[in-house]
């Protein structure tokens, strides 16, 4: 008895589907109605196992199996919608790359904290098998980028753009603190912001070809004030002019500098 159960061929993962093949091509043939809905569902409820199988095999990847596992009914139904019994391919064969491809679309779609293209996430999971595959065979250390793009057979810059994407299915919070911190130090802290001293360059920049174009004492008078610090009495003293003098000509500089800089941008 031991002998024969050994031999008894391996069964497979959905040996035990329904046969539903008469059903199908009964739903082909009736018209729209309640009695075509009812056997519809009929057919969902009897294939309803083997997505929940198929959603399984997603499990511990960060979402809910009950969420996979609706996932993966929403990607029968459709399979149902559009299985056709005369190409001549059993519904299974046609159901499980439907449903495979719906639970994966869901990662693709709603998964991910970034948003990361197309081809950098199919990059990701090459470059994780290879390296899954990889670390069983060199214990003791992890696989150098060479090896995982020699597995996944890519270039080095694409296996290293899917690692990268290894680390984009999640997003870290700006609030959490920084490892070793003990002050309660987040990323947020280590954020840069927008240096006020930009502004200054470029006005520096818009105004510079219209202080050269000034004539000379103008342009010396505005230097030793804004650049030479120094006060309107001493340039006055400077040059032999009244301080007054040199108020107006300051006031007149500047007005006529500000309107040929907004002109400029205008």
């Known amino acids: 008895m031991r002998s024969e159960a050994r031999q008894q061929p391996k069964r497979r993962p959905h040996d035990d589907a329904p046969d539903t093949a008469a059903a199908f091509r009964r739903l082909t043939e009736m018209p729209h109605g309640p009695e075509r809905d009812a056997l519809r569902q009929e057919l969902v409820k009897a294939w309803l196992p083997m997505a929940e199988r198929l959603a399984g095999r997603f499990r511990n990847r960060g979402e809910a199996l009950d969420d996979l596992r609706q996932v993966a009914a929403l990607g029968l139904v459709k399979a149902v919608d559009r299985y056709d019994p005369e190409r001549g391919s059993a519904f299974e064969s046609y159901a499980v790359p439907t449903v495979t491809g ?90 840069g912001a927008p240096d006020p001293a930009l502004d200054v360059v470029i006005d520096r920049e818009a105004v510079k070809p219209r202080i050269a174009a000034l004539p000379e004492r103008e342009r010396d008078i505005l230097y030793m004030r804004f650049f030479g610090d120094m006060t309107q009495s001493r340039i006055a003293e400077q040059l032999g002019i009244s301080q007054m003098h040199v108020s107006r000509l300051i006031s007149r500089c500047c007005d006529r500098l500000r309107d040929q800089v907004m002109q400029d941008a205008a």
């Open 102 to 191: 719906e639970i994966k679309r869901h990662f693709r779609d709603h998964m991910w904290s970034l948003h990361v293209p197309r081809r950098v996430q199919d990059l990701r999971n090459r470059v994780r098998f290879a390296r899954q595959e990889l670390t069983q065979t060199v214990p003791g250390r992890a696989p150098t980028l060479a090896e995982i793009a020699e597995k996944a057979q890519l270039s080095p810059e694409d296996a290293a753009a899917g690692l990268e994407a290894l680390e984009s299915f999640t997003a870290l919070s700006l609030d959490a603190e920084l490892p070793g911190s003990e002050d309660g130090y987040a990323l947020r802290d280590a954020l």
